[in-house]
């Protein structure tokens, strides 16, 4: 038998629909560390997120609805995708009810498919390094404004619940100016794939 040079992707677990989103912006939050988020079938693990909602400053929805957070305020289960300080693209999901205008900002994947298609587009090749921060992570997804209000459970994206359980931690939001004692930022306990170890594991 021939040696595999290559580990396979671990399994997926069952698909997420919009209805999954339909839920408190944190119970949200929570449940999507470990789950796997793919887009055109290049993505992984998702290890941080933070949340954010509309009665909390640090929320683009926090002013009202504007041309760029209009799908914050839409039903939940749509990628709400921004340019962050002009520089990189954000990806974010729409949570609760209609009107809630609360989403989950993906900070950081374990990247697990098309590994191959990250380093192309990242222009390296330290797998730790590929989706450790919300701007990473879109640029080795491949994702740019086009994706902005698109569904969260019709290609190309694809979300999958994850298949076992993992520690989930929890700590104040990263690079905010508002709301800042807020601990709305999740991740997995102990990744090496975070944007920044949470205070009790630095």
């Not at 040696?3 to 919009?18: F, H, Y």
């Not at 380093?119 to 879109?138: N, Y």
């Not at 979300?159 to 930022?185: C, F, N, Q, S």
Request: some cysteine; glycine content about 10%.
């Amino acid at each position: 038998m021939a040696p595999t040079s290559k580990a396979s992707p671990p399994r997926l677990g069952k698909a997420l629909k919009r209805a999954f989103f339909g839920r408190s912006v944190h119970e949200v939050a929570s449940d999507l560390i470990g789950a796997t988020m793919l887009v055109n079938g290049v993505g992984g693990l998702i290890v941080e997120v933070e949340a954010y909602h509309h009665t909390e400053p640090a929320a683009h929805s926090y002013n009202g609805p504007t041309p760029r957070n209009q799908i914050m305020f839409g039903p939940p289960g749509f990628a709400y995708v921004y340019r962050s300080y002009g520089i990189h693209w954000c990806v974010n999901f729409v949570c609760e009810e209609e009107g809630s205008a609360s989403a989950v900002l993906i900070r950081a994947l374990e990247p697990t498919h098309g590994l191959a298609a990250m380093r192309r587009r990242r222009h390296l090749q330290e797998v730790h390094a590929l989706c450790s921060g919300p701007g990473k992570l879109t640029e080795a997804l491949g994702i740019t404004i086009a994706h902005n209000a698109l569904p969260l459970d019709r290609p190309p994206i694809a979300l999958h619940a994850r298949t076992e359980e993992v520690g989930v931690v929890a700590g104040i939001r990263i690079g905010i100016t508002k709301a800042v004692e807020l601990p709305w930022r999740y991740g997995v306990k102990g990744s090496k794939f975070l944007s920044k170890p949470f205070p009790k594991e630095a």
